[in-house]
């Protein structure tokens, strides 16, 4: 792993700036939002913006799916600040987000290919990000080139993923910076994901200066990543979108699409975030428990009545646990629940923020109820398997870590 150091000199004064999303008129097809003025969002955007455009610093600012990281795409210096704030490894792609169709095209000189057409009619803006060839380097005057993009942001690679998110602070601040925006979840490296703007605060205080406070995340996890320049199409990671609605959408193209492989080895060069390296996860042990139905007999318990000592339990229940046929034995020992949600969406939106709090009670264990990985069901397991330490599934024991 090659990664940089977290260490920023002189330590920052981290602010949280509020926006208003009622202050914002973006429709769907225009280059330039409407914000409110005068109004704290329209001072408060202007100030992040200006921020990107120059590259001073990253900003942290909310989308549908998480809480971003942004970083001018164009600079190798500004995007370097992201890789030290979050003390993320430096082989680790990032994917660049632009505010519309016509930005992609005249900034980045980029032609979407017809195989994403139908994608983006129905998913832009979204949570999907696709994969595009790099562009064309820049001709300078003096007659040298230089890269379009940042190969920090793709490295070793000749492809880049991009998504217009539909978020109206996200993409007001980059149409108004006028800059496509590299961008990962603004966490520190490994943690999970953020879905409000104190979960960012929790873990970038003092390693960026301002957070832009748009509320909880509607979606709650990551995009989803595709890659039409392969044959058939593949999904490189699960997200915001099913691949059932890939297929559904997509048109004949996409009816084969197949999900690609969904961690990499360390030598591997990848070409999309979240294929290496240990993820989402909290500071407590998780245990991922699949196939137990309300839990009330089979391994679930055994493995929990197999505990020692004064161990403390946070138990993250969705669709089918039932705690009260749990032992008394086993109930003194949770400290706290937190229910995750019966559909999908809900379970999708409540993930990380309940990771986070429930290992911020300071259990020592964590047990999460997994789900079927039909719809949203594959991007939920996605991210819990990356987070856990062990999965419990019909009875069988994967040690991951």
């Known amino acids: 792993m090659v990664s940089v150091s977290s260490t920023l000199s002189p330590p920052l004064t981290t602010q949280i700036l509020p926006v208003a999303l009622s202050d914002i008129d973006f429709p ?20 992040a913006a200006h921020m990107i455009r120059f590259h001073i610093a990253p900003v942290a600012f909310p989308t549908e799916t998480v809480y971003g990281l942004g970083a001018s795409a164009l600079s190798t210096t500004a995007v370097r600040q992201i890789f030290t704030a979050k ?119 003092g390693r960026i200066p301002l957070i832009l406070d748009g509320g909880p995340c509607n979606v709650g996890l990551e995009s989803t990543v595709v890659d039409g320049t392969v044959s058939p199409p593949a999904i490189l990671r699960p997200g915001g979108v099913s691949i059932e609605e890939i297929r559904k959408y997509g048109g004949p193209l996409w009816k084969d699409v197949i999900t690609g492989q969904s961690d990499a080895g360390q030598d591997e060069k990848v070409r999309t975030p979240g294929m290496k390296y240990r993820h989402y996860s909290p500071k407590a042990k998780v245990v991922v428990f699949l196939g137990q139905g309300d839990g009330s007999d089979g391994e679930i318990l055994r493995y929990l009545r197999g505990l020692t000592g004064d161990v403390k339990l946070g138990v993250l229940p969705s669709r089918l646990f039932n705690l009260d046929s749990w032992d008394e034995e086993i109930k003194k020992k949770i400290c706290v629940v937190k229910e995750l949600g019966k559909s999908g969406a809900e379970i999708s939106r409540n993930l990380f923020a309940y990771l986070r709090e429930v290992d911020e009670a300071g259990v020592d264990l964590i047990i999460a109820e997994g789900v079927g990985e039909e719809d949203e069901g594959a991007a939920i397991m996605n991210r819990l398997r990356k987070a856990a330490t062990e999965i419990l599934d019909n009875s069988q024991y994967i040690v991951k870590k």
């Open 87 to 205: 003390n993320r490894p430096l082989d680790n792609p990032l994917i660049v987000h632009i505010s519309s169709v016509a930005q992609l095209r005249r900034v980045l000189n980029t032609k979407i290919p017809e195989i994403y057409e139908p994608l983006i009619q129905k998913f832009w803006p979204g949570p999907l990000t696709i994969i595009l060839p790099l562009p064309a380097p820049i001709r300078n005057e003096d007659g040298s080139e230089a890269p379009a993009i940042s190969p920090a942001c793709t490295p070793g690679q000749n492809t880049f993923g991009v998504r217009m998110p539909s978020h109206p602070v996200a993409r007001a601040l980059i149409a108004i910076s006028d800059t496509p925006v590299a961008a990962p979840s603004a966490n520190a490296s490994t943690r999970p994901s953020p879905t409000t703007a104190m979960h960012v605060y929790t873990d970038m205080a």
């Open 28 to 47: 769907r097809d225009a280059d330039m939002p409407n914000v409110q003025q005068p109004s704290v969002t329209y001072t408060n955007i202007h100030k």
